[in-house]
């Protein structure tokens, strides 16, 4: 979707929303210092990439025809910077094992191979195979599953020297997605076979102290509670939806509730909204390559006045307190991997407001002294149909075990063809989330040389009316329902 080419509809638009907008006295807040990770994620990095990219493959036409060959940079880079992880960890737990690369694994043989885990699925699409045999100016659509486990699943094990075929248990290959960098100790078999004994993954990275950040009128760190709001999946558009809004606009500008509500939401110091903010129909085709332009107007307009709606409750949350909003599988931004802002050009009133941050997804930065990391959840959701797991958390804790947020891209989950992996995570965060979740969940996890993380699965506003408050000072996760039925959200209790 050209984002540009959208804007001229706005004014053309009829005023379909109502602007009469509240006059709201915003709260007195408290400060906290605020720091966006944007140079990981940055748009002019990741298009200069591209380009380099685009030039070397120019320089060899014979090789861009494939396009395995634009992504293999990001596997290679990915082995390259996890392997001296899982040398040290092997060093300390395997101790005496030789470590082989595949070329040199001989049957009968014991040792340990270090490299990345590829897992062959017949139920799995195969993007750049269509691509490759089609040479479609974009790829066919693929149909959508919720899983692509069967019993003819194979694991296979890669490094930089050949392939090997793993044989292990059925729970072991259920249990672990493609893309994966890894530490195997097992015996060779005949036939480039290789017995599994044991797996060992990255771990958690370190955690980087980071002093407190939070500050009171007069400018002094203050240890009081202070929280932030998580919220995603607000499908604006939806007829079904705009009183749940309303009211989370209600909430969150302190215009809402009993007064012991209002003076808990004055401690809300940052609203992280995480993907997933316009409403998508079904089936729903956004493209503009139609056959007339009368078609491609006409859905710009349609697609326009979510997007207009969705600014006036932006702008009138950012005059109460700072806004970042991430893009999602449903609203207008580049559908691979990490996923650019959205364009300030969309938000015309929002984005006059110091306060309105669009990020990156992935997104990272650090809060009040806390480091957050999280996604609009696309990376979980195709990671479990990898997986024969039922929980978003355990596959989210899982990610940060592995130290990496998309193993399964480029793969099956589109993104950009980089020459450095952008999702590797080199730094432990505190609070470690995924939007548009089907439900609330929560957990904290201390690692073995002290991290703190509090790993939260945020639930869709639209289906859930639910919002999370992360408390700063002690990473404790705790629902907020904003209930449409007594106008009343339930607050975490103050006492």
């Known amino acids: 979707m050209n984002q540009t080419s959208l804007l001229k509809h706005f004014k053309s638009m009829d005023d379909i929303i109502n602007n009469d907008q509240h006059n709201y006295q915003a709260l007195p807040r408290v400060e906290t210092s605020y720091s966006y990770s944007r140079s990981r994620y940055n748009q002019y990095d ?9 030039n070397q493959a120019s320089n060899h036409q014979h090789d861009s025809m494939n396009p395995d060959n634009q992504f293999n940079k990001i596997y290679t880079d990915r082995l390259e ?20 690369k595949i070329l040199h694994v001989k049957p009968g043989d014991e040792g340990i191979l ?20 089609n040479r479609a100016i974009l790829p066919l659509p693929v149909k959508k599953v919720s899983s692509y486990i069967s019993d003819a699943d194979v694991l296979l094990f890669e490094d930089e020297t050949g392939r090997i075929k793993l044989i292990c248990d059925k729970s072991m290959v259920d249990g672990l997605p493609t893309g994966l960098n890894v530490a195997i100790r097992g015996k060779g078999l005949p036939g480039a076979e290789f017995q599994v004994y044991e797996i060992i993954t990255p771990g958690l990275p370190s955690q980087m102290f980071v002093t407190n950040g939070v500050h009171g009128p007069d400018n002094k760190d203050i240890n009081d509670d202070v929280y932030v709001c998580l919220a995603s999946g607000l499908n604006i558009g939806d007829p079904n939806c705009q009183l749940s809004n309303n009211l989370l606009l209600d909430y969150i500008t302190g215009n809402l509730g009993s007064p012991s509500d209002q003076k808990f939401v004055s401690k809300i110091c940052r609203l992280i909204i ?12 956004l493209s503009t390559r139609s056959r007339t332009k009368q078609e491609a107007t006409a859905k710009l307009q349609k697609l326009a006045v979510p997007i207009k709606e969705l600014d006036m409750i932006l702008s009138e949350m950012c005059q109460s307190l700072p806004v970042d909003i991430l893009p999602g599988e449903s609203d207008p931004s580049i559908q691979s991997l990490p996923q650019l802002p959205f364009n300030a050009c969309l938000f015309p009133f929002s984005a006059q407001n110091i306060n309105f941050n669009p990020v990156t997804n992935p997104y990272e930065s650090v809060i009040g002294g806390k480091i957050f990391l999280g996604t609009s ?47 590797i995570i080199v730094c432990c965060p505190h609070v470690y989330f995924m ?3 089907d439900r609330f969940e929560s957990k904290y996890i201390e690692g073995e040389n002290g991290e703190q993380v509090c790993i939260v699965v945020v639930p869709k506003f639209s289906e859930t009316g639910t919002v999370v408050l992360v408390n700063l000072r002690t990473l404790e996760a705790t629902p907020v329902q904003i209930n449409p039925t007594s106008f009343f959200p339930h ?3 103050l006492n």
């Open 377 to 423: 959840g696309q990376n979980i959701e195709n990671i479990s149909k990898y997986m024969n797991v039922s929980s978003k958390l355990e596959l989210l804790q899982n990610t940060l075990e592995w130290r990496h947020l998309a193993p399964t891209a480029p793969d099956t989950l589109s993104c950009a063809p980089l020459e450095q992996d952008p999702f």
């Open 81 to 100: 910077k996890l392997r001296p992880v899982l040398a040290d960890k092997v060093a300390k737990i395997w101790k005496g094992t030789p470590v082989n």
């Open 46 to 54: 990741i298009m200069k990439q591209s380009k380099q990219q685009n």
């Open 114 to 133: 270090v490299g990345t885990l590829y897992k062959e699925m017949p139920l799995k699409p195969n993007i750049l195979k269509q691509y490759a045999e």
């Open 435 to 437: 939007g548009n979740g």
């Open 491 to 493: 607050s975490p209790n």
């Open 274 to 285: 995480a993907g997933n903010s316009i409403h998508k129909e079904p089936n729903q085709d």
